[in-house]
């Protein structure tokens, strides 16, 4: 597989010798690689909604706990959220912007509900000491994940156990969404999205989404936007492809790649350090997640008596981070994608910008006056 999409972890162990270790980089990749398509041919023989994520995620958990060092390589995972954000964009109506705004009331309260539960149920941990220091505030942040793993050393929280807890909050997330889906049933384009492979391509079209997926990414990263990857792309193809500019085109077989991508990012994080630091608080740590997830599967009940929605595109509007995933499961489910990701974006951008000073504050009150820097 190629370097610029995928590097290895330098490290001590590996055969002697340049060839050696690059044949060794290869097979892992392989491995890799194979096991994942086999993981998603399963999942989606199963009928489980988003299976082509879950797949390579479960196949990068299990070479990374058996101690293959893995990585991908950065611009690879840019990319890859760009085309998500693409795809996103090419779902999304023309009158898109009039629903949001002429629901802003029920989309400010949903987010607002989300991101107050995960903050009350955090603070409420700290207080109850239920996880060492604020451990418990910042691992239930619903995003921002790098911010709030940075920030909780600084105050009192166990750095190693809030990156499990954030990571481990997008799996469970993701796994709950997806069974959900499939309890609900998934509709005509799920089955219409699962076949097909390898279908004709308009070229043209297709080399201007790739240009999008990587000027995209590459202009948040120049001006340090937060998330730009994911959302310049998906902002940029709405309107470009609204105003006829642009027709975005994405074959299944490069949303596989892009799928494949996010979920070995995902899978790799979860480290044989970082899983033996957090199997003695796993327990606690999954009650906390699930509590968090149940919390927001209760918001969405009352979004759906509050304004009628189906209850599957309520759940997954109101599901706790994970806005890439949550937008893969929701383009493999009949659900209302423009709702969904309404909710999720601002929810999203809200924690960007509140998530860490707010955090940050409740977690100065929680060690008290005396204990602040």
């Given amino acids: 597989m190629p370097d610029a999409i995928t590097q290895e972890l330098p490290g001590k162990s590996g055969p002697p010798g340049a060839p050696a270790r690059k044949a060794g980089h290869a097979l892992r990749w392989t491995a890799l690689a194979g096991s994942s398509v086999a993981l998603a041919a399963l999942l989606e ?104 793993i940075v920030m909780a050393e600084a105050y009192g929280g166990d750095a190693a156990l809030v990156a499990f807890m954030q990571y481990l909050r997008v799996v469970v997330v993701a796994a709950v969404a997806a069974v959900v889906a499939r309890v609900w049933g998934v509709g005509e384009h799920h089955a219409h999205l699962a076949t097909g492979w390898f279908p004709p391509v308009a070229w043209l079209p297709l080399l201007g989404t790739l240009a999008l997926a990587v000027l995209g990414p590459l202009a948040a990263h120049r001006l340090r936007i937060r998330a730009g990857a994911f959302l310049l792309p998906l902002f940029a193809g709405m309107y470009l492809g609204h105003q006829g500019w642009l027709r975005l085109e994405l074959p299944p077989w490069l949303l596989m790649l892009a799928y494949a991508v996010i979920g070995w990012r995902i899978g790799f994080r979860f480290t044989r350090p970082l899983l033996a630091h957090a199997a003695r608080a796993l327990p606690r ?89």
């Fill in 285 to 373: 740590l999954l009650a906390c997640t699930l509590a968090l997830v149940g919390v927001c599967g209760a918001l969405a009940a009352l979004l759906v008596a509050a304004t009628g929605i189906d209850p599957l595109s309520a759940y997954l509007a109101m599901s706790p981070g994970g806005a890439d995933t949550v937008a893969i499961i929701a383009a493999s489910s009949h659900v209302d994608v423009p709702f969904v990701m309404a909710m999720q974006m601002l929810r999203f951008m809200t924690v960007l910008l509140l998530g860490p000073p707010l955090a940050r504050f409740l977690a100065g009150r929680a060690r008290g006056p005396a204990a602040l820097p």
């Fill in 45 to 148: 023989w199963l009928g489980l909604p988003a299976a082509r994520l879950f797949g390579p995620l479960l196949a990068g958990v299990v070479m990374t706990a058996a101690g293959a060092r893995l990585r991908v390589a950065p611009a690879a995972f840019l990319v890859s959220q760009g085309l998500i954000g693409c795809m996103i964009a090419r779902m999304l109506p023309s009158w898109f912007y009039g629903t949001v705004a002429g629901r802003w009331p029920v989309f400010a309260a949903g987010a607002a509900s989300v991101i107050a539960a995960s903050v009350a149920l955090g603070w409420w941990l700290t207080r109850r000491r239920v996880l060492p220091g604020t451990t418990a505030l910042w691992g239930l942040s619903p995003g921002a994940a790098t911010a709030m």
